[in-house]
C-alpha cells in the first residue's frame, strides 16, 4: 500500500497559521527568484515536518535532500553532504538535535556564510582552508529544541512549532485517506477513530491502515474498490483494537490505572511512571500524555503528574474501582 502524503500546501490538512505563513514566504521565494530562508519545524514524531519539507521543495521546484541526525555524526559525513549540494538545494536534517555539537558548529558556519571551514594538518603546520558552497537553505526538525545549541538556533530565519491536530482535523484526514484507499467512512465513525489518533496524523493513518486490512479480511472485494464501511463494521474493528468511547487505548487505561493504582493518583514523575507502565518515557510524553491531559484526564504539576477529577471519574465508570462520591473525594483530598 502506498503511504498517504499530502504534496502540496492546498492538499495539507490542520497547521492553518503555519500553512498561511508558509504560502507568504514561498510565494515571495518565487518572485524573487530567491533562497528559500532557513527553517526550524518544531514538534512531536508524525505531525508533519517532513511533510512540510516535502511541499516546500515540490511548492518551489527545489531539490529535496534528506537525511537525519544520528548519520551526520562526524564532521567529514556532514561536509560530504554539504559540498554535494547544489545552488537552490533545500538539505531536510530529521533529528537535528542528535548531531554532535562539533557538527552543529560547522552547520551553523555554513548556514550563515555558505562556506565550509576545513583544518589541514595539526598543531602549528595546520591550514584552515575555506570552501565556498552553493546557496542552499536548511530546514531541520526536532522534538529537543533545547539539545540544540543556541548559535544553531539563531540561524534559522523561520521557525514553526507544529502543533497537536484536532479530532475534527484528524477525522477530515481520515475520510480523505479513506477516499484515497479505496473506501468511505461517515463522519461520525471517522470521529470515533480520529478520538484514537492522539492528535497525531501518522497515528490516525496507522489506524487506517488497519482498518483498510480489517475490511479486506471480513468482507469481499469488489474491483471498484470497498465502498461505505458499515456502523457494525466499524464497531466491531473498534472492539477489535479495544478503542473505547473516548478514543482511549489498551495503553492509554494503563497509564491512567498505574497512575491510580500504584501511586495512589500521583503526584509520579514521568520516568517513575513510564518504568511502571513498561512505555517508554518518550512515547510517554509524545504519544500518550498529551492525549490524556488534552482530555482532562491527568495533569502536570511541579511535583509531577496526577489523575484529576475527571481521571478518577472515568475509571470509576470503565472499571467500578470505587463509587463516584468517593471519587469526588479521593479528588478533594
Given at each position: 500500500?502506498?503511504?498517504?502524503?499530502?504534496?502540496?500546501?492546498?492538499?495539507?490538512?490542520?497547521?492553518?497559521?503555519?500553512?498561511?505563513?508558509?504560502?507568504?514566504?514561498?510565494?515571495?521565494?518565487?518572485?524573487?527568484?530567491?533562497?528559500?530562508?532557513?527553517?526550524?519545524?518544531?514538534?512531536?514524531?508524525?505531525?508533519?515536518?517532513?511533510?512540510?519539507?516535502?511541499?516546500?521543495?515540490?511548492?518551489?521546484?527545489?531539490?529535496?535532500?534528506?537525511?537525519?541526525?544520528?548519520?551526520?555524526?562526524?564532521?567529514?559525513?556532514?561536509?560530504?553532504?554539504?559540498t554535494n549540494l547544489k545552488e537552490g538545494d533545500i538539505l531536510f536534517i530529521d533529528e537535528i538535535h542528535r548531531i554532535p555539537k562539533p557538527c552543529q558548529e560547522i552547520l551553523y558556519t555554513a548556514m550563515e556564510d555558505f562556506a565550509l571551514d576545513i583544518v589541514i594538518?595539526?598543531?602549528?603546520?595546520?591550514?584552515?582552508?575555506?570552501?565556498?558552497?552553493?546557496?542552499?537553505?536548511?530546514?531541520?526538525?526536532?522534538?529537543?529544541?533545547?539539545?540544540?545549541?543556541?548559535?544553531?538556533?539563531?540561524?534559522?530565519?523561520?521557525?514553526?512549532?507544529?502543533?497537536?491536530?484536532?479530532?475534527?482535523?484528524?477525522?477530515?484526514?481520515?475520510?480523505?485517506?479513506?477516499?484515497?484507499?479505496?473506501?468511505?467512512?461517515?463522519?461520525?465513525?471517522?470521529?470515533?477513530?480520529?478520538?484514537?489518533?492522539?492528535?497525531?496524523?501518522?497515528?490516525?493513518?496507522?489506524?487506517?491502515?488497519?482498518?483498510?486490512?480489517?475490511?479486506?479480511?471480513?468482507?469481499?472485494?469488489?474491483?471498484?474498490?470497498?465502498?461505505?464501511?458499515?456502523?457494525?463494521?466499524?464497531?466491531?474493528?473498534?472492539?477489535?483494537?479495544?478503542?473505547?468511547?473516548?478514543?482511549?487505548?489498551?495503553?492509554?487505561?494503563?497509564?491512567?490505572?498505574?497512575?491510580?493504582?500504584?501511586?495512589?493518583?500521583?503526584?509520579?514523575?514521568?520516568?517513575?511512571?513510564?518504568?511502571?507502565?513498561?512505555?517508554?518515557?518518550?512515547?510517554?510524553?509524545?504519544?500518550?500524555?498529551?492525549?490524556?491531559?488534552?482530555?482532562?484526564?491527568?495533569?502536570?504539576?511541579?511535583?509531577?503528574?496526577?489523575?484529576?477529577?475527571?481521571?478518577?471519574?472515568?475509571?470509576?465508570?470503565?472499571?467500578?474501582?470505587?463509587?463516584?462520591?468517593?471519587?469526588?473525594?479521593?479528588?478533594?483530598?
Amino acid at each position: 500500500m502506498v503511504y498517504y502524503r499530502p504534496g502540496s500546501l492546498s492538499e495539507f490538512i490542520g497547521q492553518k497559521r503555519i500553512k498561511e505563513e508558509l504560502f507568504i514566504y514561498i510565494s515571495s521565494v518565487k518572485k524573487r527568484n530567491d533562497i528559500f530562508p532557513h527553517t526550524f519545524f518544531i514538534g512531536a514524531p508524525g505531525l508533519g515536518k517532513t511533510t512540510l519539507a516535502k511541499i516546500i521543495a515540490y511548492e518551489l521546484n527545489r531539490n529535496l535532500k534528506i537525511t537525519s541526525g544520528p548519520i551526520l555524526d562526524k564532521t567529514g559525513t556532514l561536509a560530504a553532504v554539504l559540498t554535494n549540494l547544489k545552488e537552490g538545494d533545500i538539505l531536510f536534517i530529521d533529528e537535528i538535535h542528535r548531531i554532535p555539537k562539533p557538527c552543529q558548529e560547522i552547520l551553523y558556519t555554513a548556514m550563515e556564510d555558505f562556506a565550509l571551514d576545513i583544518v589541514i594538518g595539526k598543531g602549528n603546520t595546520g591550514k584552515t582552508i575555506r570552501l565556498n558552497l552553493p546557496k542552499f537553505t536548511l530546514i531541520g526538525a526536532t522534538n529537543k529544541p533545547n539539545l540544540c545549541s543556541a548559535p544553531l538556533r539563531d540561524r534559522f530565519q523561520l521557525i514553526f512549532k507544529l502543533d497537536y491536530y484536532t479530532d475534527e482535523e484528524l477525522r477530515d484526514i481520515i475520510i480523505k485517506v479513506g477516499k484515497t484507499w479505496g473506501f468511505e467512512i461517515d463522519k461520525n465513525n471517522a470521529l470515533k477513530l480520529a478520538r484514537a489518533g492522539k492528535g497525531i496524523p501518522r497515528q490516525a493513518i496507522n489506524l487506517i491502515r488497519k482498518l483498510r486490512e480489517f475490511i479486506l479480511l471480513n468482507s469481499p472485494c469488489s474491483s471498484k474498490g470497498y465502498g461505505k464501511i458499515s456502523s457494525e463494521e466499524f464497531d466491531r474493528f473498534l472492539k477489535l483494537l479495544d478503542i473505547d468511547e473516548w478514543g482511549l487505548t489498551s495503553e492509554d487505561r494503563k497509564c491512567l490505572l498505574t497512575l491510580y493504582k500504584e501511586f495512589n493518583g500521583g503526584p509520579v514523575g514521568i520516568s517513575s511512571l513510564a518504568l511502571s507502565t513498561n512505555i517508554s518515557t518518550e512515547e510517554l510524553e509524545t504519544i500518550y500524555e498529551p492525549a490524556l491531559i488534552r482530555l482532562g484526564l491527568i495533569a502536570r504539576t511541579r511535583r509531577g503528574r496526577i489523575l484529576t477529577q475527571k481521571g478518577y471519574l472515568y475509571l470509576q465508570k470503565k472499571y467500578k474501582l470505587f463509587s463516584s462520591n468517593k471519587a469526588l473525594c479521593l479528588f478533594s483530598n
